[in-house]
Antibody, heavy 118, light 111 residues
Framework: QVQLQESGPGLVKPSETLSLTCTVS????????WSWIRQPPGKGLEWIGY???????NYSPSLKSRVTISVDTSKNQFSLKLSSVTAADTAVYYC????????????WGQGTLVSVSS | QSALTQPRSVSGSPGQSVTISCTGT?????????VSWYQQHPGKAPKLMIY???KRPSGVPDRFSGSKSGNTASLTISGLQAEDEADYYC???????????FGTGTKVTVL
């Protein structure tokens, strides 16, 4: 059974960079697409971006200038960096696996709350 | 790319049917059949319930069904059960540039 686990600081200061890691267990990070998705408290879901193990990435147009997703296949992990954060970036951040090459998410992490505050 | 529009809430009694609408545009729902639906219980991660408009992943009860007409997709829950009380989000592929756009979310209440 594939499991995903997000990790990283729960509090980030405004203007700094948010950094999260997703560790995948029970399966290889290769041969699948992987995404980051976030959900502000009490609000809806927002797709942030995806990467494919071969190195290709795609980011939400609204976040593209601030987002980087990278992978460490040796650790079966992928990471999210979001720069110049503001309070509007406060959210639960989820990592998720795509169902094959399709734009659906069949496995999700439990999510981690990141608050942006000084 | 704007969020897809869903009703804020719907409700029904046990055993009844409820339908949630998801309205997009010709750039997403109206063009692509990659519409999916997710169920989210409080404090939990979303769970894939429907993909490709009307297909159910293994393990999802056949009480859940999906459809699409024009720019609007719909999720119907038949034979409503207490455990169906949750938030539901639609999602549509919107092309390789925008990729996926989610709906605003609908809270389903079982009376």
């Amino acid at each position: 059974q594939v499991q995903l686990q997000e990790s990283g600081p729960g509090l980030v200061k405004p203007s700094e960079t948010l950094s999260l890691t997703c560790t995948v267990s029970g399966g290889s990070i290769s041969s699948y697409y992987w995404s980051w998705i976030r959900q502000p408290p009490g609000k809806g879901l927002e797709w942030i971006g995806y990467f494919y193990y071969s190195g290709s990435t795609n980011y939400s147009p609204s976040l593209k200038s601030r987002v980087t997703i990278s992978v460490d296949t040796s650790k079966n992990q992928f990471s999210l960096k979001l720069s110049s954060v503001t309070a509007a970036d406060t959210a639960v951040y989820y990592c998720a696996r795509h169902s094959g090459t399709l734009p659906y998410f069949d496995y999700w992490g439990q999510g981690t709350l990141v608050s942006v505050s000084s | 790319q704007s969020a897809l529009t869903q009703p804020r809430s719907v409700s029904g009694s046990p055993g009844q049917s409820v339908t949630i609408s998801c309205t997009g545009t010709s750039s997403d729902v109206g063009t692509y059949d990659h519409v999916s639906w997710y169920q989210q219980h409080p404090g939990k991660a979303p769970k894939l319930m429907i993909y490709d408009v009307s297909k159910r992943p293994s393990g999802v009860p056949d009480r859940f069904s999906g459809s699409k007409s024009g720019n609007t997709a719909s999720l119907t829950i038949s034979g409503l059960q207490a455990e169906d009380e949750a938030d539901y989000y639609c999602c549509s592929f919107a092309g390789s540039y925008s990729f996926d756009v989610f709906g605003t979310g609908t809270k389903v209440t079982v009376l």
